[in-house]
């Protein structure tokens, strides 16, 4: 599987961007997908995750409420929606698949097998 993130710009604080994250490859549906983010000289930090079955997401405690997960299994894509910026959200973010990945595992980097590059976000204060 072939991940490509795009959608990452400059915003200003408030404000609304959409990231998807297009899967290359058969199966889409299999795989679980995720969010994460890494900031400059910060450890990479789950933002938020689908699952590959019934849709249950997952998100990261700085994100709830903000962000909403999405995939469309039709267009082999995966979503983040971000609401409210904030600067602390600037980063790389980047997508991530775990086939037939679920359930709170799905936190952790480890459990993802394939990445995508990243897309830069940032968010003026």
């Known amino acids: 599987v072939q991940l490509q993130a795009s959608g990452g710009g400059l915003v200003q604080g408030g404000g609304s961007l959409r990231l998807s994250c297009a899967a290359s490859g058969r199966r889409f549906s299999s795989y679980a997908m995720g969010w994460f983010r890494q900031a400059p000289g910060k450890e990479r930090e789950f933002v938020a995750a689908?699952?590959?079955?019934?849709?249950?997401?997952y998100y990261g405690d700085s994100v709830k409420g903000r962000f909403t997960i999405s995939r469309d299994n039709a267009k082999n894509t995966v979503y983040l929606r971000m609401n409210s910026l904030k600067p602390e959200d600037t980063a790389v973010y980047y997508c991530?698949?775990?086939?037939?990945?679920?359930?709170?595992?799905?936190?952790?980097?480890?459990?993802?097998?394939?990445w995508g590059q990243g897309t830069l976000v940032t968010v003026s204060s």
């Open positions: 689908i699952n590959w079955s019934d849709g249950t997401t």
């Open positions: 991530a698949a775990d086939q037939y990945g679920s359930g709170s595992v799905l936190r952790r980097t480890y459990s993802y097998d394939y």
